[in-house]
Nanobody, 129 residues
Framework: QLQLVESGGGLVQPGGSLRLSCAAS????????IGWFRQAPGKEREGVSC????????YHANSVKGRFTISRDNAKNMVYLHMNSLKPEDTAVYYC??????????????????????WGQGTQVTVSS
């Protein structure tokens, strides 16, 4: 059974940092494109950061460029989202997702939720003083 489990969310003050982890079981992440998405109350789910399985290239939404970094540790079957300089507008439930289709636009992975087949249950990130 393919499963993704996120962890590492929590309450952090503005300007703080968090590292989200995504653990995969039942399949090997090496062959999957991985994306981190988030959804705030009343808003649509949006792609935050994605990483290609074939090239290792990454995508970051403009709102998080320079602050968030996605990385993968294939040996541990884990993917991470490193979040720095957090802002209140980063508050959302964060999901990791996996896709066996490594869809690229140019050299960047696609950040559309429709491309991703497997989803974790989400972890809450709250940025507040």
């Amino acid at each position: 059974q393919l499963q993704l489990v996120e962890s590492g969310g929590g309450l952090v003050q503005p300007g703080g940092s968090l590292r989200l982890s995504c653990a995969a079981s039942g399949f090997t992440l090496d062959y999957y494109a991985i994306g981190w998405f988030r959804q705030a109350p009343g808003k649509e789910r949006e792609g935050v950061s994605c990483i290609s399985s074939s090239t290792g290239s990454t995508y970051h939404a403009n709102s998080v460029k320079g602050r968030f970094t996605i990385s993968r540790d294939n040996a541990k079957n884990m993917v991470y989202l490193h979040m720095n300089s957090l802002k209140p507008e980063d508050t959302a439930v964060y999901y990791c997702a996996a896709s066996p289709r490594d869809v690229l636009v140019g050299d960047q992975p696609v950040a559309s939720p429709a491309v991703y087949d497997y989803w974790g249950q989400g972890t809450q990130v709250t940025v507040s003083s």
